[in-house]
Structure formats: structure tokens, C-alpha cells
């Protein structure tokens, strides 16, 4: 018999990592589809100084726990260094990564050997979201509200108003 790694009647805890620069509509659509696979969801907001975010780890973070206070068994947090410590850290064993495109394929295939290289135990699910949001980018929200035209359509009420916000629109 093999032994589970979750809680009794469920199917534990998944991590879904990303730097959310900012949370959209496609992300979010992650984020249920995931909570209804799993028993809870941690959306983990990377804090990763070598990059450049147009938010700041606490601003993204607000905005991912603002979209999805509605999600009883979802909730939002931060991590920096190696993704596998942080899991481990949670005590959960699989990470969610969205797959939009076939061109998301190549990079999430590496990031999923590497981190199972660094731990046997994690596992990586890949979850496509829904087709209407499959051409949905982070950076092609900033690029549009940069330029001024509305992005409700792509994000959260509370995400507009912080790109509008950002970019003085």
C-alpha cells in the first residue's frame, strides 16, 4: 500500500509559485481550479531581488490575498531562495505550474526536472487555464495599462486600480 502525503479524506496542500507581477484573470483561474483538486492552495509570491518587478513583493502580495479571499481554502504568502526549501518548509509535496502556451512547456518541463533534482519528493501538476485566458501575460497587462487602455477585463477591480495607480492612468 502506498503511503499518502496528505491529510485523511483529502489531497493535501499545493504550492502555486510565481512572481504574480501583477495576479490575473489566468492565474486566478489556476487558483480555483486548484482548490478544487487539492485540499488548500498557498499562491507563494517570489521574492527574488535579482529581478525587477514592476510591484513590490508586498503590493503583489496584496494583491493576490485580495483575489482570493473569496477561496475558502486558498491563501497567499511570500518565499525567497529555493522554492523546494519553502515546500518543504510548508510540509507539501506538489507545486502548480500554469501552462498557457506550448512555448510555457519547454521552460516549466526544465523547472520541474530541476526542482525534482534538488527533491525526489516534490511533484510538479501542470494546469492549463481557461482558454480564454491562455494569451494572458503579466507582462502584457503592465505593456496595456502602460499605454493607457483598460485591463478589467484581465485582472481583478483591485489589480486595475494598483496598475492605474502605478502607471498614472
Known amino acids: 500500500?502506498?503511503?499518502r502525503?496528505?491529510?485523511?479524506?483529502?489531497?493535501?496542500?499545493a504550492i502555486y509559485p510565481g512572481s504574480f507581477d501583477p495576479l490575473t484573470?489566468?492565474?486566478?483561474d489556476?487558483?480555483?481550479?486548484?482548490?478544487?483538486?487539492?485540499?488548500?492552495?498557498?499562491?507563494a509570491v517570489a521574492h527574488n531581488p535579482a529581478k525587477k518587478h514592476t510591484f513590490s513583493v508586498a503590493e503583489r502580495l496584496g494583491m493576490v490575498e485580495d483575489a482570493v479571499?473569496?477561496?475558502?481554502?486558498?491563501?497567499?504568502?511570500?518565499?525567497s531562495g529555493l522554492l523546494v526549501d519553502y515546500i518543504k518548509a510548508r510540509k507539501a509535496r506538489v507545486l502548480i505550474r500554469g501552462l498557457r502556451?506550448?512555448?510555457d512547456m519547454d521552460y516549466e518541463f526544465q523547472l520541474a526536472a530541476m526542482n525534482r533534482r534538488l527533491w525526489s519528493a516534490v511533484e510538479t501538476v501542470f494546469l492549463m487555464p481557461d482558454?480564454?485566458?491562455?494569451?494572458?501575460?503579466?507582462?502584457?497587462?503592465?505593456?496595456v495599462a502602460r499605454l493607457g487602455a483598460s485591463v478589467d477585463?484581465?485582472?481583478?477591480?483591485f489589480v486595475a486600480r494598483q496598475l492605474a495607480k502605478k502607471f498614472g492612468a
Open 153 to 157: 477585463e484581465f485582472v481583478t477591480p
Open 131 to 143: 482558454e480564454n485566458y491562455a494569451y494572458l501575460s503579466s507582462s502584457m497587462v503592465k505593456e
Open 1 to 3: 500500500m502506498t503511503k
Open 25 to 28: 484573470r489566468g492565474h486566478l
Open 69 to 79: 479571499r473569496h477561496i475558502p481554502n486558498a491563501q497567499a504568502d511570500t518565499y
Open 30 to 43: 489556476v487558483v480555483q481550479r486548484t482548490s478544487r483538486i487539492f485540499d488548500s492552495v498557498v499562491v
Open 101 to 103: 502556451v506550448v512555448s
Open 5 to 13: 502525503h496528505s491529510s485523511p479524506g483529502g489531497r493535501g496542500l
